[in-house]
Structures are given as structure tokens and as C-alpha cells.
């Protein structure tokens, strides 16, 4: 079987590694000779990107078949098999392999856990992946340890085992949470998630402080300030390692305008502020990249529709579900570029709902710039020049989002940690 992990390239300057392919560094002297293939450059001569790919660390090559399809596999086969190499004989490329990173995930059985694993196993850069949840992850640990990638599965249950699953991890993501149905706002999730969230946060405040904490939990606009209070409580709050997922209002930002203006969708980037629910969510359209155009209707409609995307997947999903897939593809790629910060990686950028003086509200999701420790910086000049409506909605979701907030900060300060 032919086996490499891809790395689809990410906008936003950040990739989600579905796998592998060639090192960035590798000089074109070094890539094996092959059919043509799509290419660009940099000043230095060196792979920039390769059909849409970003490498990661390492290359491992097997005749036959690719999992991601007979077509992929025979061209992706063909860009990295050595010349002229007999079928039944297998070469393997080990360029810089730093598979050296843990990775939790709390609420791993559940709708999102599930797909956010799987994604998450395939990375390289991770060695081991602990998943948790309060039933059903053993089986859930047993599939996933059968995928040939190299990081280690373990599962844990319950909430004796909660300690455990977090003993010296790097990443820590939390989607653990009942989703929403037809009819419910993210606020109707509230009294059951925040409880869920406060419990979880404990743990990592207890078991591995200095993790970087990834809150999927909705209603975000609530959960990330019941985190940052738990925290402060236990003496632990680090504002620059904890993190309100947003990146799927991203993804979604970036989809959504490259189908209309169609554009090729790995060159859009779009970011969006505020917080992560309804208005609360505003897409900085006139901030595209690259530059594009769009006419008042336009603005309205795509702003619209990608602060209502996750309704219009719940109502699709007629009560069966929320948006599962694409918030672990979203999640999974956050996590990715949480790695590659802490890797050592200068050039990760993400937007995400954090601990902010980009405004008056106490945290803002903005774009950030990823480092070791965290947040290194908050890129301002996205919230500068913008257009009368986007200005006009930016002051209009302040008060629904601070007052989302004060409910997760309210919440947290009437109920003691536990010890």
C-alpha cells in the first residue's frame, strides 16, 4: 500500500496537516524525477509548495493503492517514488521527523471527538494522542490505533481516569459538550456545557498547567471565560495559551467567498472577529486576500450566511445532528498550527477568541500570531480601515458578546473549584 501523510495547505498562513509529502527545506536537486507536476518557488529555491501541498517531516512511501483514492494515490506515488524503482521495492524517505508532541482530547466518543481524533492521529508531529471521554473510548482507541501513522493511541474513561489522560500533555482540545438541535441557540447549551467545561478545565489546571487549551465547547463566547476563570482560581491562568476555537467561522468565510467570486479556495483568506456565535461573528471581507471586490448585496449576503452556517447545518442535519465534520476539520487544523508554534514554526497565524486589548471587551477573537508560549501578537491593523458596515457591525455585536461573556465570568465565580 502506498502510504503518505499530505499536507493540505491552510489559508491564513497556517497548514492542517492530513499527512505528508516533501520538506519546505528540500532543494529541487533533492526531489525524485516524476511526470510534471504543479510547482512554485521561493528566492531560495526551495519548494514552496508542491500541487497544493505543504510538506511536513518526513516521507514514507509503499507500493499500491493510496487511501485517499486510486488517482491520488498513483500521482502522489509517482511525485515522490524514486526513478525507475521496481514495484515490489519500497524506499522510504526520513527527512527531519519530530513526531515529539502530545496531544488530549476531552470528549472524544462524541460528534466531533470522533472525526477530530482521527484527523489529529494523522498528524506528524504528534507522538502520542490521549482521548478521553465519560464512555465508549476504548473502542473508539482501538480503531483509530489500527491507522499506520506514528503516534500512539490511548484511551481513558471516566472521571478516574480524566487525570491520567492529560499527564504531560502539550495540546489539550476540549469538545466534550451536548450539541445543538433544531430551535436552540448556543446560549440553550449553556447550563449543561459550562458545567462540562468547568469540570474538564480543573483537571488540566490540576494535571498539565502549562498546555495549551483548545475550547471547542459551546457557547464559546462563554466557555473561554469560564476556562480563564477556573484557571485564574487555581493559580495556573496563562492568557496566551488559552484558546476559543474559531476557526471554523474561517473556514467557512473562506469557502464561502471563493465560491462566489471563484477563486481558487487555497489562496482565500478571510478573517474573522468578534466572538463565535451569530452576530457576534463578523467576517473582515474588505480584509480578503487576495484582494477581491464585493458589492453591498454581496457583503450582506455572504456575512449572513456565514454567521448563520452553523443553523443552516443543523437544520440540514434535521435534528440528527450539529456541524460535526467540518468543526474537527477546523479544530484539527488549529491544532495543527498549535504544533507547528510550538515547534518552532515563525509563521503560524490564526484568528481565535482569546484574552484581548484589541477593544474594551475582555477577550475578542481577532488574528494571532502563534509562538512556543502561546500568543506572541495580535495583528491590529486587521481592525483598522475598515468599511462603514463592517465598523457599523463590529459596534453592533460588542453588547451581545460582552454580555455573553459576564454570563461564563458570573457562572465560574459562583461556583468554588474543586480541590
Do not use: W
Not at 471516566?158 to 448556543?186: F, Q
Not at 490540576?206 to 471547542?216: E, K, L, T, V, Y
Request: charge should be positive.
Amino acid at each position: 500500500m502506498f502510504l503518505c501523510l499530505y499536507k493540505m495547505a491552510a489559508t491564513s498562513a497556517a497548514t492542517f496537516s492530513i499527512g505528508s509529502t516533501i520538506s519546505l527545506g528540500t532543494k529541487v536537486s533533492q526531489l525524485p524525477q516524476s511526470k510534471p507536476l504543479s510547482v512554485r518557488f521561493n528566492s531560495q529555491n526551495t519548494l514552496a509548495t508542491f500541487s497544493g501541498l505543504k510538506a511536513a517531516t518526513f516521507v514514507k512511501c509503499e507500493s499500491g493503492s493510496s487511501f485517499l483514492g486510486k488517482e491520488s494515490g498513483a500521482a502522489l506515488q509517482g511525485a515522490a517514488a524514486p526513478k525507475a524503482q521496481k514495484s515490489s521495492q519500497r524506499s522510504q524517505h526520513n527527512l527531519n521527523p519530530q513526531a515529539s508532541y502530545k496531544v488530549a482530547i476531552l470528549g472524544a466518543a462524541g460528534g466531533i471527538g470522533q472525526p477530530l481524533a482521527l484527523l489529529v492521529k494523522m498528524s506528524p508531529l504528534i507522538s502520542a494522542l490521549h482521548i478521553y471521554d465519560i464512555a465508549n473510548v476504548k473502542g473508539v482507541a482501538a480503531d483509530l490505533s489500527h491507522c499506520n501513522t506514528p503516534s500512539q493511541v490511548l484511551g481513558f474513561t471516566g472521571t478516574s481516569e480524566l487525570p491520567n489522560s492529560l499527564k504531560g500533555v502539550d495540546v489539550v482540545v476540549i469538545p466534550a459538550g451536548v450539541p445543538r438541535k433544531p430551535g436552540m441557540t448556543r446560549d440553550d447549551l449553556f447550563s449543561i456545557n459550562a458545567n462540562i467545561v468547568k469540570t474538564l478545565v480543573e483537571a488540566v489546571a490540576d494535571n498539565c498547567p502549562d498546555a495549551f487549551i483548545h475550547i471547542i465547547s459551546n457557547p464559546v463566547n462563554s466557555t473561554l471565560p469560564i476556562a480563564a476563570e477556573v484557571l485564574k482560581q487555581k493559580g495556573v491562568y496563562d492568557p496566551k495559551k488559552l484558546f476559543g476555537v474559531t476557526t471554523l467561522d474561517v473556514v467557512r468565510a473562506n469557502t464561502f467567498v471563493a465560491q462566489k467570486k471563484n477563486l481558487k479556495l487555497i489562496d482565500v483568506d478571510v478573517p474573522v472577529v468578534g466572538g463565535h456565535a451569530g452576530k457576534t461573528i463578523l467576517p473582515l471581507l474588505s480584509k480578503t486576500r487576495p484582494p477581491v471586490s464585493f458589492n453591498d448585496e454581496e457583503v450582506q449576503e455572504l456575512t449572513v450566511r456565514i454567521q448563520n452556517a452553523g443553523t443552516e447545518v443543523v437544520e440540514a442535519k434535521e435534528g440528527a445532528g450539529s456541524a460535526t465534520l467540518s468543526m474537527a476539520y477546523a479544530a484539527a487544523r488549529f491544532v495543527e498550527s498549535s504544533l507547528r508554534a510550538l515547534d518552532g514554526d515563525a509563521d503560524v497565524y490564526e484568528c481565535s477568541f482569546v484574552q484581548s486589548d484589541l477593544t474594551e471587551l475582555p477577550f475578542f477573537a481577532s488574528r494571532v500570531k502563534l509562538g512556543r508560549k502561546g500568543v506572541e501578537a495580535f495583528i491590529s491593523s486587521d481592525l483598522q480601515g475598515l468599511t462603514e458596515y463592517e465598523q457599523k457591525a463590529l459596534e453592533a455585536l460588542k453588547p451581545e458578546l460582552k454580555a455573553s461573556i459576564e454570563k461564563g465570568i458570573a457562572f465560574a465565580q459562583k461556583q468554588p473549584v474543586t480541590t
